[in-house]
């Protein structure tokens, strides 16, 4: 007989069952988002596309994800997850597919810029609301204490799908010409399908609430929704439940303003990296794939070793602060090495590890000021004004290389983002969370 306390056999069968899967939906979609970083080089080429043509069309992408932000974690908290998680993966897998019919008489005389900026909104609104849905949906299966490790093991899906997805998409670019066709238009059509495919099995598959769980254990079930109502009812004894206490709460504005500016800093660096490392000319293609992934390999590490050490010792602000400080220290360093390419590769890394380390920590904050309506709504909020500034980092980045030719100007303005980022976080009054029960 298994002799293994209830509670550590609950809190493992529920990450067993729910983290692979979840971290499997959001590679799809960070690989949905992302893969015409690498598309764009093709586009480009074939479609006369300019640099900052491209960085309007990435930042219009959180335009769009802008719209549906807030009503999605509502959803998740007062419908489905399983529902409206489907729902998004299935339309924003058709809408990436079309993205690789662009400039093609499907579409008219629709000028290509129009098209690829319309086509950009509209994956971003399908795509809206997946992620603070699914941080939501974390809130209804781990306990405040567990979050921030369950979170970092989710959302090492961002590097994965960077990892896994420059190469896969280069190699298509590189050598898919079906039908007469250019590569980047497969990078698209190849990688958009999967996510259709995979919101059809989330009917199935997910789980919307611990109590509805029938691959869950009785006993475990009623010691997992007995320690989550215990903390629920902590929550709504401190009148922090309602949409309203989202607003009133001015560590949530705080918090909105740090995703601001620390988004602004990272999609720029996504979307551009593999364009800054194309122009090391002096090594191969595959070298410089390598160059573009090594430090999303670094960034991986980063999530786990932050998110692990914040659920250990229960320190949050300092877990989220710091990776900003050295990520903007990273990107700084890169452009003082000039063309010694060793160190600019090293900095590189450097800033990768911190990068998105802060994330699993960064989104454990909400739930611990809020709770139920109030926590979804928050997080809607954070997420979607926050990731505004996705817009306008790309956008200016790919400005600042159109008008000066040059990639150092535009990675001062990242720096300095990821520094201000930093120093708002350091500013976060955090309440201190137990260590886990072991």
């Known amino acids: ?162 990892i896994v997805g420059l190469p896969l998409s280069r190699w298509i670019l590189e050598n898919v010409r079906w039908g007469g066709l250019e590569g980047w238009r497969y990078v698209f059509i190849l990688e958009g399908f999967p996510s259709v495919l995979m919101g059809l099995v989330t009917l199935f598959y997910l789980t919307d609430r611990p109590e509805q769980a029938r691959w869950l254990p009785d006993d475990e079930k009623q010691w997992l929704t007995g320690e989550l109502r215990r903390e629920e009812t902590a929550r709504v004894a401190a009148g922090r439940v309602s949409i309203r206490a989202a607003f009133r709460q001015p560590e949530i504005l705080l918090l909105t303003a740090v995703c601001f500016f620390i988004v602004t800093g990272n999609q720029a660096l996504l979307y551009f990296l593999p364009s800054i490392t194309d122009n090391m000319k002096s090594m191969s293609i595959t070298a410089r794939t390598a160059v573009t992934v090594l430090p999303y390999i670094f960034g991986l590490c980063g999530i786990l070793l932050n998110g692990f050490s914040s659920n250990r010792t229960g320190e949050r602000r300092w877990h989220t602060a710091l990776p900003m400080f050295v990520c903007g220290a990273g990107l700084s360093l890169a452009i003082l090495a000039g063309d010694r390419l060793a160190l600019v590769i090293a900095f590189f890394c450097l800033a990768g590890f911190a990068n998105q380390a802060y994330l699993p920590v960064f989104w454990t904050l909400p739930t611990a000021f809020l709770g139920k309506s109030a926590a979804a709504a928050a997080i809607g909020t954070i997420n979607s004004i926050g990731n505004l500034g996705g817009f306008v980092g790309p956008s200016i980045f790919g400005y600042l290389r159109t008008a000066t030719g040059r990639y150092e100007t535009g990675l001062w303005f990242l720096a300095g983002c990821m520094f201000f980022a930093g120093a708002l976080a350091s500013r976060i009054r955090v309440p201190r969370e137990p260590k886990p029960i072991q």
């Open 1 to 162: 007989m298994d002799q293994t306390p209830v509670s550590e056999r609950a809190r493992r069968r529920v990450t067993r069952r729910l983290i692979p899967y979840l971290l499997v939906l959001y590679l799809l979609a960070y690989l949905d988002r992302s893969n015409l970083s690498i598309a764009k080089l093709g586009m480009q080429r074939e479609l006369n596309l300019t640099d900052e043509i491209i960085g309007y069309g990435v930042g219009v992408f959180f335009l769009g994800y802008f719209l549906l932000e807030i009503p999605g974690a509502l959803l998740v908290e007062r419908w489905s997850a399983r529902k409206w998680i489907a729902r998004i993966m299935i339309s924003w897998g058709l809408v990436a597919a079309l993205m690789g019919l662009t400039g093609l008489p499907v579409f008219g005389a629709t000028p290509v810029s129009q098209q690829f900026y319309t086509l950009r909104f509209l994956l971003g609104a399908a795509e809206a609301g997946f992620f603070p849905g699914v941080i939501v949906y974390l809130s209804h299966w781990f306990r405040a204490e567990d979050r921030a490790r369950a979170k970092a093991l989710f959302l090492i899906s961002q590097p994965i799908s960077v």
